[in-house]
Each structure stands twice: as C-alpha cells, then as structure tokens.
C-alpha cells in the first residue's frame, strides 16, 4: 500500500518555541493531506484539512494562527506549531489520500510532541 | 488537553476466540466506514472498508457489519492472536463536501491472551 512518513516521530521542545512537523507520500500524490491530533487514551480528533496550492481549512475550536499548515507540493504537508505550550504536547498523526483512488486514507506514523 | 477519567471500553479474549468490537457512529449521511487497528507510539492501520449501500464485507479473518437503521457498525476478529492486541477504532466518512474527512469512533482496547 501507499506510504506516508512523518518527521520528526517524536520532539521535545521548550515552551514558548515552534515546532515543525512534515508530512510526507513517499510513494504517491496528495492533493489533500489531513492533519490529526490524539491525547493520550483518546481518540483522533481531526485539526485541519490540508490543500496543496491553497488555505487549510480547519476545523472548529482549532487556532489556524497556532496550527500553520503549508502544503507546498502535492507530496508534502508541514504542521507549524507556533509558541508551544505543555497543553500542546499530544500525538500528531497525518494522513493522505491518494489523487484519483477512492476514499481510502493512509496515515503516517505520528509525531509526539512534548513541550516543556 | 486529555479528559480526566475517561476509559477506552476494553475486550479481552483468549487466544483463537473470535472477537466481535462495536461501534455506533453519528451522522445518518455518512457513506463510507472504516474500521482501523493502532498499535501503542504508531498510527492507524487500515483493516477493512465499508460503504453504505453493503450490510456486510469480509476480509482475511475479519468482517464488518453494517447496520444502517440504528447507526451501528461491528468488527468481527476470527481465531484471534496475541498480535491483534491493540485499539481499534471506527470511523466515517460523510462524503459531499466533506469527502475524505473522517470522524474517529471512541475506540475499543482489545487484549488477547495467549
């Protein structure tokens, strides 16, 4: 099936700094990539829909001045955190969907973000 | 942040029984479920589709059930192993204007004991 790597798997950082997390189809295009943030014991709770060329959409009650999404090709998405706090360290979790091939997602790996 | 208290439903079994995990979803418009296996630090791993106009498909070793009229969905596991210990969750997909979003279910903690 197709791949998705996400980099870094894991972070710590400071809080008050900022944080990349890129996503990538390593073997497929993605005009649409979907970003995912999971506490621990909790479910997946979707951020914000990511598209190549243009605004991510996000969904309600998520800052899009926190959470930048830059989609700059259509094989990678990168999630900004902006001015980290400990109530952000969470699981990040991308998804992509292959152009053209149904509905089916295929996630990458996760990212865990501690921020101290 | 993570909600106080809160208990993922938990399923244990033997190892070589068949596990049946459940799932009621929300949206009465949603055309498409999927059912996904998460292991521990890892993301979710695709196990079996289903689209709204079946009440049932197969997989290797796994089915899903479908029903429509009370908005719920259903993961069978046969003669199931120590390595489908894991969480499953469901979700769904409205399709329209929100084709590829999906909704994640609660999920359901399976351990199997050897």
């Known amino acids: 099936g197709a791949v998705v790597s996400q980099h870094p798997s894991w972070v710590i950082c400071k809080s008050g700094t900022s944080v990349k997390i890129e996503c990538r189809s390593l073997d497929f295009q993605a005009t649409t990539m979907f970003w995912y943030r999971q506490f621990p014991k909790q479910s997946l709770m979707l951020m914000a829909t990511s598209n190549e060329g243009s605004k991510a959409t996000y969904e309600q009650g998520v800052e899009k001045d926190k959470f930048l999404i830059n989609h700059a090709s259509l094989t990678l998405s990168t999630l900004t955190v902006t001015s980290a706090h400990p109530e952000d360290s969470s699981f990040y979790i991308c998804?992509?969907?292959?152009?053209?091939?149904?509905?089916?997602?295929?996630f990458g790996p996760g990212t865990r973000l501690t921020v101290l | 942040g993570e909600s106080v208290g809160l208990h993922l439903p938990t399923l244990s079994v033997q190892e070589g029984d068949n596990s049946i995990i459940n799932c009621a979803y929300s949206n009465s418009a949603s055309d498409y479920f999927i059912w996904y296996k998460q292991e521990s630090g890892k993301g979710p791993q695709f196990i079996i589709d289903i689209r709204s106009n079946m009440d049932k498909r197969q997989g290797q070793r796994v089915t899903v059930l479908l029903n429509k009229t009370v908005k719920h969905l259903s993961l069978q596991i046969a003669a199931t192993q120590p390595g489908d210990s894991a969480v499953y969750f469901c979700a769904e997909n409205a399709g329209g204007t929100s084709y590829g979003k999906l909704t994640f279910g609660q999920g359901t903690i399976l351990t199997v004991h050897p």
């Open positions: 998804s992509a969907n292959e152009n053209g091939v149904g509905n089916e997602q295929f």
